[in-house]
């Protein structure tokens, strides 16, 4: 099943949900359409296992120190979800839109995105308390930093001159550096 899962990944990632056919996906695995029918009764199953293989990556962020500031903990959280987003998986979770599937695979994915918007907000809301966060609107401010990370999932490709480690570096210092406090923000985009 595993190299199901990545054929298909990539093949959604390369062509989007709608181009994606289940045709194109038996013939990278080398296998019959009604083989794949084995694995999975049809692209729907698919796409939601491709996306919902994401979403479990990035739910299962633990910080490295669970006494650390808000701001490190989300910088940790930030990085985990870029590099997610930088694979195949990823790429799938990020361009896929809602109405593309049916309600049951729509209804698991926003499920999986409301629970990483959580985590978002608790780690804003934890940054605010212990000052490591300027004051700010938390829900607007969870829209942009997962808009931000969703945005590498629709141009970046594996390969570029940047790793998905590098990419989600960059990514994450410059968006830290507008969270925290004004006299604070050269030290963490310097030493974050």
Not at 41 to 69: C, M, N, T, Y
Not at 71 to 95: N, S
Request: with cysteine; proline share 3%; net charge neutral.
């Amino acid at each position: 099943m595993e190299a199901v899962l990545h054929a298909a990944a990539q093949a959604f990632s390369e062509n989007g949900y709608h181009r994606t056919s289940l045709d194109g996906i038996a013939e990278r695995l080398g296998i019959s359409k009604p083989t794949l029918y084995y694995y999975a009764a049809g692209k729907d199953e698919l796409i939601a296992a491709v996306v919902v293989r994401a979403l479990d990556q990035i739910r299962a962020f633990g910080p490295a120190d669970a006494h650390a500031s808000g701001l490190d903990q989300l910088k940790q959280l930030l990085r985990r979800y870029a590099e997610v987003v930088a694979t195949d998986f990823g790429r799938c979770l990020a361009q896929l839109n809602d109405a593309d599937v049916g309600e049951a695979v729509s209804a698991r994915i926003r499920d999986g995105k409301r629970t990483i918007d959580r985590q978002l907000r608790a780690l804003i809301d934890k940054g605010k308390a212990d000052g490591s966060i300027a004051p700010c609107d938390t829900r607007l401010t969870a829209f942009m930093l997962g808009g931000a990370i969703n945005g590498i999932g629709r141009w970046y490709r594996d390969a570029g001159d940047l790793s998905p480690a590098a990419v989600a570096e960059i990514y994450v210092n410059q968006m830290a550096v507008g969270l925290v406090p004004r006299g604070a923000a050269f030290s963490v985009a310097t030493h974050g």
